[in-house]
């Protein structure tokens, strides 16, 4: 049986001044009336060719096509002998280029994708640049690690002073689990650069 829709209740007199009159059924049927007599309400539609962009866009996501690759490729197959990296304008302006040259147009334009600008360098002296940042890396590593092992041989010292007798764990050193001696683990960390997984 078909529900016969009942003639919305004014709001009582006594209770209009607590119920703001913008979210009363009064107001949303003034509102609905309003609008169904509204003549100047109009869809536009336009043809700019965005079936075909959105296509063309589907596309390209399906096939995986990738700027980066297709540019840094595009130069590499003229520059063999160069290492290529896209390098951030807003890098570049805080650090410098670092060493590597833009990648020109004939035009004399670098060659940029999004806000990306391609850039080259000859692969012997990337490879003497990576080996530097290595070098630096490992020292900055080793300095860091020699400083905790000072901080910890410090803290030691200080807490045998005060009666206590206690020693980090150190490098290499193998826990096992009490209650299950099957489980134990090394140590330490190991680093380990290339190779893969």
Do not use: C
Not at 45 to 63: G, V
Request: zero cysteines; a neutral charge.
């Amino acid at each position: 049986m078909p529900s016969v829709r009942q003639p919305r209740a004014k709001t009582p007199a006594h209770l209009a001044h607590l119920v703001p009159h913008g979210i009363t059924d009064e107001a949303m049927e003034e509102r609905n009336r309003g609008l169904a007599r509204r003549s100047d309400i109009a869809v536009i539609t336009r043809d700019d060719d965005f079936d075909a962009k959105l296509e063309s866009l589907k596309n390209e996501l399906e096939q995986g096509t990738d700027p980066f690759k297709e540019k840094a490729d595009e130069f590499k197959a003229v520059n063999p002998g160069h290492k290529v990296r896209f390098l951030s304008d807003k890098v570049v302006g805080r650090m410098g280029r670092r060493g590597w040259e833009p990648v020109k147009k004939t035009n004399g334009d670098e060659v940029k994708v999004a806000n990306m600008t391609l850039a080259h360098m000859p692969t012997e002296f990337a490879d003497i640049r990576d080996e530097k940042y290595r070098r630096e890396g490992a020292d900055e590593l080793a300095r860091a690690s020699a400083k905790l092992t000072e901080n910890q041989e410090k803290i030691i010292r200080d807490a045998r002073g005060l009666g206590m007798d206690f020693a980090p764990l150190s490098d290499g050193e193998v826990l096992t689990d009490q209650r299950d001696p099957s489980r134990s683990t090394s140590i330490g960390v190991t680093t380990q650069r290339g190779g893969g997984l």
